[in-house]
């Protein structure tokens, strides 16, 4: 079975501009959600994605947005990008969310210059 | 608010022994605790989990310990070798596997 792939694996972008990154769950998987990992910060939660339905939010501001499709795959928009948003954006996937385990994909490497 | 954190930010072991990697956690309401290998250039990959009812378990070459009483929690890996060579997360999270608190990150190094 194929694993959570994410594309673009890496991007470069200016301040001001806007991007969207994709994701592809594991087939069956229902559950998708988007971590953002920084030297400094971490790994933080985004949101979550379930059966086209935002189900759980992290603490980022209103340019982090993001859907997700009837085929369960998802994406996430970053408008107006800033220098501090340079960051590894994570996919995670799990079959319902509820006690399953979490699969990542590798990430997309996002530097906005 | 929660939070997970591990004591140590690199650990640096020999070949052959074993390895702990420590974190505290600081949400009692937590339903699992998780550990993670991050390799680089890839995604968290996940290793075993605890659920918060219990106090052991056991993987292969790994075993986790939770302490609710001092809200901690440590990763085993028994004969360590050069492929464990990753950062390793410790995180937390209630019944939704979607949305999960991370730890730091310990980077551990195996010395041939």
């Known amino acids: 079975k194929a694993g959570v792939t994410q594309t673009p694996r890496y991007l470069i972008k200016t301040r001001g501009q806007q991007v969207t990154l994709s994701c592809s769950p594991i087939s069956g998987h229902r559950s998708v959600s988007w971590y953002q990992q920084t030297p400094g910060q971490g790994l933080q939660f985004l949101f979550e994605y379930f059966s086209e339905t935002q189900r759980n939010k992290g603490n980022f501001p209103g340019r982090f947005s993001g859907r997700q499709f009837s085929n369960s795959r998802s994406e996430m928009n970053v408008s107006t990008l800033e220098l501090g948003d340079s960051a590894l954006y994570l996919c995670a996937s799990s079959l319902s969310g509820g006690g399953n385990e979490q699969f990542f994909g590798p990430g997309t490497r996002l530097t906005v210059l | 608010g929660e939070s997970v954190g591990l004591h140590l930010p690199t650990l640096s072991v020999q070949e052959g022994d074993n390895s702990i990697i420590n974190c505290a956690y600081s949400?009692?309401?937590?339903?699992?605790f998780i550990w993670y290998k991050q390799e680089s250039g890839k995604g968290p990959q996940f290793i075993i989990d605890i659920r918060s009812n219990m106090d052991k378990r056991q993987g292969q070459r790994v075993t986790v310990l939770l302490n609710k009483t001092v809200k901690h929690l440590s990763l085993q890996i028994a004969a360590t070798q050069p492929g464990d060579s990753a950062v390793y997360f410790c995180a937390e999270r209630g019944t939704n596997a979607g949305k999960s608190t991370f730890g730091d990150g310990t980077t551990l190094t195996v010395k041939p």
């Open positions: 949400n009692s309401a937590s339903d699992y």
